[in-house]
T-cell receptor, first 114, second 114 residues
Framework: DAGITQSPRYKITETGRQVTLMCHQT?????MFWYRQDLGHGLRLIYY???????DKGEVPDGYVVSRSKTENFPLTLESATRSQTSVYFC?????????????FGPGTRLLVL | AQSVTQLGSHVSVSEGALVLLRCNYS??????LFWYVQYPNQGLQLLLK??????LVKGINGFEAEFKKSETSFHLTKPSAHMSDAAEYFC????????????FGKGTHLIIQP
């Protein structure tokens, strides 16, 4: 049972470069989420998706782009990376719509922007 | 708008002592509340959640939390700390409509002293 995986686990890039973080889940969950984790801020929602081809902004979407052509994949792209985007990025998924639904998290991607 | 406040960025207890991690929420509608645990270099794992019904919720690894509407609190407790409980703990809330994602507190780092 692979669950939810993220790749790469670690990434170093330079300011201005485009970076794509991958997220893949094997549960066929409808909902998927991207969060970033920063010291002193906890986790903050970047984007989420209710189904294939349906995405919406979260709390901190600026500088990020998402797509969801297949239910199981939800890539996050930094079009032109900035130092402020150095963070740990977590992907999550949940089975159904509803505030009480549990979100299941991937292991995270540590991104360093130089 | 909803928000979550975790009192104490670091909590230190002795092995075998009571663990108490505090969480207060602010929400205009009845929230659904979650506690997640994060071990070093790992993703978040659900400890327990409150949706409706019984206000005392039991979770994994001997943890429990009590929803107190009058105090807008959802504190996490464990009667006897174990060294393996050392981790980062996040309280989260979801009271928005649909798949708006979770609102997280900033986290509490639990330190267990031998």
């Amino acid at each position: 049972d692979a669950g939810i995986t993220q790749s790469p686990r670690y990434k170093i890039t330079e300011t201005g470069r485009q970076v794509t973080l991958m997220c893949h889940q094997t549960w066929s969950h409808s909902y998927m989420f991207w969060y970033r984790q920063d010291l002193g801020h906890g986790l903050r929602l970047i984007y989420y998706s209710a189904a294939a081809d349906i995405t919406d902004k979260g709390e901190v979407p600026d500088g990020y782009v998402v797509s969801r052509s297949k239910t199981e994949n939800f890539p996050l792209t930094l079009e032109s990376a900035t130092r402020s985007q150095t963070s740990v990025y977590f992907c999550a998924s949940s089975a159904q719509r509803g505030n009480q639904e549990t979100q299941y998290f991937g292991p995270g991607t540590r991104l360093l922007v130089l | 708008a909803q928000s979550v406040t975790q009192l104490g960025s670091h909590v230190s207890v002795s092995e075998g002592a009571l663990v108490l991690l505090r969480c207060n929420y602010s929400s205009s509608v009845p929230p659904y509340l979650f506690w997640y645990v994060q071990y070093p270099n790992q993703g978040l794992q659900l400890l327990l959640k409150y949706t409706t019904g019984a206000t005392l919720v039991k979770g994994i690894n001997g943890f429990e939390a009590e929803f107190k509407k009058s105090e807008t609190s959802f504190h996490l407790t464990k009667p006897s700390a174990h060294m393996s409980d050392a981790a980062e703990y996040f309280c989260a809330c979801n009271s928005g409509g649909g798949a708006d994602g979770l609102t997280f507190g900033k986290g509490t780092h639990l330190i267990i002293q031998p």
